[in-house]
Each structure stands twice: as C-alpha cells, then as structure tokens.
C-alpha cells in the first residue's frame, strides 16, 4: 500500500485513454494448481495471442479512420491549391498569347503541365485513400454488428429472467 502513488496511477490512466483507441478489455485469469496444494500466486492468461490481435485490430480501426480521414483532408487541399494555381497558369497563358510583347508563353506552358500532373497524382492517390476508408468504415460496421450478435442484450436478458419467474408461478 505505501508504493501506490495516485498522481502517477491517475497519469497512466489519463494517457491510455487520451489515445482514441479503446482501453483493452479485461484479461481473464486463472489460478494454477501445483499438484495437491494450489499456489495463489500464479495465474495464467486464457487469452490467445490471436484472439488478442483481433480485439487490436478492431481498437485500431478507429485510429486507422481518424489518420485517413486527416490525410484526405491533406489531399483535399492540396489539390484545390493545385487547382487553383493550374487555372492561373491557364490565365497567364491566355494573356501571353494574346498579348506577345509581354513574353513567351510557352515557358508557362511546361509549368502547367507540370501542375497538372500533380494534381492528377493527387487526385488517384485521395481515391485510394477514400477507398481504404470505406474498408475501415465497413470493418468497423461488421464488427459492430458482430459484437451486438455475440453479446445478448441486457434487455432480453431481463425479459428472460422475468418471464420464466412469472411462468413458475402459475
């Protein structure tokens, strides 16, 4: 009792759930027994390494959207930058040509096609990125709909218990 510090406890605890991910779920133990004598000490996990990199899987889907939805923001905007300045290229171009005394037009013109490669790279790389959140969205709705079907409601629960106690009776 006297190595407890509750300002480093509370610090542990204000840091594993300021991550986003979910806190992990208990870890189920078990006590061993030595031959005839039981030794109190000892307990054993009963999770598997793989079941415990499934329940991981599913805690960092939440981080997987929140990183992807940041990165489609990213491109986003870069893309509009690219844009715009692409439609300025277009405007300096137009106005050269039109007006030659004020330059060789075909200067802007490798610029523009050098913008508008970029922003085409851009543009498949946030399709990629919106396909890889639709993947994470769909995991993490499967695995609600999985963990609602493996984990009975509370409320049927209730229902169960009280109607079986109000069929006794009768």
Known sequence: VASICVEKDQQILKESYKTGDLPPADIQFEEMSLGREKKSGSLTRRMSRSNFS???DKQNLFQKKRKLLSNIEKYRSEISKGTKEKQALQLMIDTYTKTPEFGDASKF????????????????????????LDLVESKMNLNMRHSLLAT????LLSMNTSSSSSTGSD
Do not use: A, T
């Open 54 to 56: 499934q329940k991981m």
């Open 109 to 132: 013109q490798q610029e523009l096609d050098i913008v508008s490669q970029k922003v085409e790279k851009l543009s498949q790389e946030l399709s990629i990125l919106n396909r890889d």
């Open 152 to 155: 009975p409601s509370r409320s």
